[in-house]
């Protein structure tokens, strides 16, 4: 890699930040705007790897099951360390309701860079006020089984480097709290 004076410097190290929490919480748009955000101040291509696009076009015939959803994640997982071994970007946003499973991702990226879990920390009671796909109020009447929140756990990150509620906090804010952490640790210059 060469920088605008010509001169060569090494490849920057790759990472991923993971974006977890319920359904309803904001990751996706918070990705989104993470996303925008540093192709257009830092200048480098970020792969975004949303749940739901995965679920749909690397995971369909997935169910809901505990052992599909590990599944689905380590998927993403393995795809977010590919992005990260080659000196990439990756964002990931899913639900990702076990701890295990985001562990195993974690440890699958640490191979090769840096790793960064962010909780998306809105309240059960916000999300399901926000839902937009009525899927709260599917599971909550018996429709929808093994639904995150609902009848199926979601497990908290013990260690996020981050937590951030969106309820509480403006997307802009918490882009510019991941942006700062990602600069501080010189990821991003």
Do not use: W
């Given at each position: 890699?060469t920088d605008t004076a010509g001169n060569s410097r090494p490849n920057p190290l790759g990472f991923t930040v993971f974006l977890t929490g319920l359904s309803g919480a904001g990751k996706s748009t918070l990705a989104q705007h993470l996303v925008t955000s540093i192709e257009e101040a ?148």
């Amino acid at each position: 890699m060469t920088d605008t004076a010509g001169n060569s410097r090494p490849n920057p190290l790759g990472f991923t930040v993971f974006l977890t929490g319920l359904s309803g919480a904001g990751k996706s748009t918070l990705a989104q705007h993470l996303v925008t955000s540093i192709e257009e101040a830092h200048k480098r291509p970020v792969t975004l790897l949303d749940g739901d696009v995965v679920r749909e076009m690397l995971s369909s015939g997935l169910t809901f099951s505990k052992s599909d959803r590990d599944l689905n994640i380590r998927r993403i997982g393995y795809v977010a360390a590919e992005v990260t071994r080659h000196g990439g970007i990756c964002v990931c946003a899913a639900i990702a309701p076990y701890r295990a499973s985001r562990d195993e991702a974690r440890r699958r990226v640490e191979r090769y860079g840096r790793f960064y879990e962010v909780h998306v920390s809105t309240p059960l009671t916000v999300c399901e006020q926000r839902d937009t796909k009525g899927l709260y109020a599917r599971a909550r009447r018996g429709e929808v089984k093994g639904f995150t929140g609902v009848d199926d756990p979601f497990e908290p990150p013990q260690a996020a480097e981050l937590s951030i509620d969106t309820s509480r906090t403006k997307h802009s804010d918490a882009v510019q709290r991941i942006v700062e952490r990602l600069r501080n640790d010189g990821l991003l210059l």
